[in-house]
């Protein structure tokens, strides 16, 4: 048998599913595909059009009409991805406290999820790809040649993300990170659809006491292994 060419990657939120998806597509020369985004990006545009992220009926017709292309990265500036929201690129956008604080709001909805859904599937039936979301193992590529799931305790995920804030020098406090974390854990694994979980045939990495390196070895251990 070959390398598997759908490979999904899903987890909570910064428990480094993305750097470690960039990591393996470039190894494999895949393309790198951040679900994630997607949701993002609707609910940028949600709250440019001044919408309430608790419309449920004019953010589920939203996600119908607006338009998202992702894309490898077109700039040199530490994107993984471009991301284009009705063709304006929204790369950084995306990730504004704003975004942060309704995206998984905006991720409950039926109608947002069939729509994101569908367009992703387009994507990665296409590509030989690395899938990197919450319910690519269990509802996007329910089929795909090797799912992982990326595992680590909430206060190593906000000590983590804690230090990429100081890092580029924004003000951070470690005790909102981890209430924000939780908090998007909570809403991500308990929503109706396609909730985050462990799905049966998925291999479970913890990254608790392992740097990337570590963790991107065992990844190729099993891409190899498949
Ligand atoms: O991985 P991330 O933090 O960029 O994801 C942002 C939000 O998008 C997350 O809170 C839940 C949602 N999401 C989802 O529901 N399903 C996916 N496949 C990917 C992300």
Redesign the pocket.
């Known amino acids: 048998m070959g390398l598997p060419t759908t490979i999904a990657i ?1 987890g909570p ?2 428990s480094g ?2 750097t470690l998806g960039v990591l393996l597509a470039q190894a494999l020369g895949y393309l790198y595909f ?7 990006a609707l609910t940028l545009a949600a709250l440019q059009r001044g919408l309430n992220v608790h419309d449920e009926a004019a953010i589920g017709a939203l996600a119908e009409t607006v338009h998202i292309d992702v894309g490898p990265p077109s700039v040199e500036d530490g994107r993984d991805c471009d991301v284009f929201l009705d063709g304006q690129d929204v790369t950084w956008e995306i990730r504004s406290d704003a975004v942060n604080s309704f ?2 709001d905006v ?1 409950v909805y039926a109608a947002v ?1 069939k729509a ?1 859904t569908d367009q ?1 599937r387009r994507i990665a039936y296409a590509n030989k790809v690395v899938v ?5 193992g269990s509802v ?1 590529i329910p089929d795909a040649d090797l799912k992982i799931y990326l595992d680590a305790s909430a206060e190593v995920r906000a000590q983590r993300r804690y230090q990429e804030m100081i890092n580029r020098g924004e003000a951070a406090d470690y005790e909102a990170v981890l209430r924000s974390l939780k908090n ?1 854990d909570q ?2 694994s308990t ?1 109706e659809i ?1 909730p ?1 979980k462990v799905v049966e045939d998925a291999v479970v990495i913890n990254s608790d006491d392992l740097g990337i390196e570590e963790v991107l070895e065992k990844a190729k251990e099993l891409v190899y292994r498949v």
């Open positions: 899903d939120a910064a599913k993305s951040d679900t994630g985004v997607m949701y993002r995206v998984s991720s999820r994101m992703q990197v979301g919450r319910d690519i996007v998007r809403i991500d929503r396609a985050l």
